[in-house]
């Protein structure tokens, strides 16, 4: 949990037996969780990558996203920003209806390879087998 809604939370006082709250985790531990859970609820961007390419439902609680091919493409919805909007998305993933997604065409790991294609085929004078 990020230490400001950790704050948050300690002073509404409550508690949920069904969360279980951590301490922030980091990068590799964090994608290990979310590629193990059955779908991650967030208001980042960020993370919607990661569950778009490891085919993992997410629910994203913002009005908006700068990142809409993981919508039109992945396996991101957009909630909204009332928590209230989460039961329909709940039922769609219980009963087995949530979109399947694909991985967009260039979310590959081939970035550098194809920037330093680019870089040389400019005619830089960067010799690739150098880099």
Known sequence: MHPRTAKVLKKID????HLHLIEPLGYLE???LVEHCMAVITDSGGIT??????GIP???LRDNTERPETISMGTNELVETNPKAIG???EKLIAGKWKKGIIPEFWDG???ERIIDKIVKMGNVINKDEL
Request: aromatic letters at 22%; one cysteine or more; charged letters at 20%.
């Open 14 to 17: 409550k508690s949920y037996h």
């Open 30 to 32: 964090f994608n290990f």
């Open 49 to 54: 990558e990661e569950t778009a390419v490891m």
């Open 58 to 60: 997410c629910m994203t």
């Open 88 to 90: 329909p998305y709940f």
């Open 110 to 112: 081939k970035a550098a």
